[in-house]
């Protein structure tokens, strides 16, 4: 089984400011690893995942995450933020042993001040 | 496309009145999905369904019912709605991949139904 972990639940940022939102994770299994944003009264999109390869993964809107195996994280940055990054950021994990199961973690709600 | 598309966007019940959420996409897509989505909990997995006909318990399936007569539309059923069902109800849909396995793909999410049981 999975879980996740994203510590913060609300993070404050000033405009253009960087900003980076925790997720850790446990798995018995390798997995798969995916940041999802919410924007206010939509549905749920996909920002960019991490399958094999490159630790290093770009996502759309300037985003990017580090696989960490040996940490077991999934940190999400980026450099300059814009009052329009204003949302709500999931992580989700699932393993490769599965299934069709994506296992989200709590939420980060990034706030964007002027 | 209009993608992923839920009916209705809000809906409130009374104890014990039953309802039926539909989903529909139109990407051909092979799987989907019902989440509740609750203030810090995140998105929880109901019943999901791997095709036409075919469905399967998720995380959190007592008191709800799911059904997949055609490959477009994914139904989900409270038959006997409670107060702990007030939530927010997404629908995903993720497509057939011949390598990798379902749980590298992406999954569309429509922009939800909120419910309110009272």
């Known amino acids: 089984a999975q879980s996740v972990t994203q510590l913060d639940s609300q993070v404050p940022v000033f405009e253009e400011a960087p900003v980076e939102l925790r997720c850790n994770y446990s798995?018995?299994?390798?997995?798969?690893l995916f940041w999802y944003v919410q924007y206010p009264n939509q549905g749920l999109q996909l920002l960019l995942k991490?399958?094999?390869?490159?630790?290093l993964v770009k996502g759309i809107n300037g985003f990017e995450a580090e696989f960490n195996k040996s940490q077991t994280s999934f940190h999400l940055r980026k450099p300059s933020v814009h009052i329009s990054d204003t949302a709500e950021y999931f992580c989700?994990?699932?393993?490769?042993?599965?299934?069709?199961?994506?296992?989200f973690g709590s939420g980060t709600r990034l706030l964007v001040r002027p | 496309n209009a993608g992923v598309t839920q009916t209705p966007k809000f809906r409130v019940l009374k104890t014990g009145q039953s309802m039926t959420l539909l989903c529909a996409q139109d990407?051909?897509?092979?799987?989907m999905y019902w989440y509740r989505q609750d203030p810090g909990m995140g998105l929880r997995l109901i019943h999901y369904?791997?095709?036409?006909?075919?469905?399967a318990k998720g995380e959190v399936p007592d008191g709800y019912n799911v059904s997949r007569l055609k490959k477009q539309n994914f139904l989900l059923g409270l038959e006997s709605a409670a107060p702990s069902q007030t939530s927010v109800y997404f629908c995903?849909?993720?497509?057939?991949?011949?390598?990798?396995?379902?749980?590298?793909?992406?999954?569309?999410f429509g922009p939800g139904t909120r419910l309110t049981v009272l």
């Open positions: 995903a849909s993720s497509p057939l991949r011949t390598s990798g396995g379902p749980s590298t793909d992406t999954q569309y």
């Open positions: 990407m051909n897509h092979e799987y």
């Open positions: 991490y399958l094999s390869g490159s630790t």
């Open positions: 989700a994990v699932s393993g490769m042993d599965s299934s069709y199961k994506l296992i």
């Open positions: 798995s018995s299994v390798s997995v798969y």
């Open positions: 369904s791997v095709g036409e006909g075919t469905t």
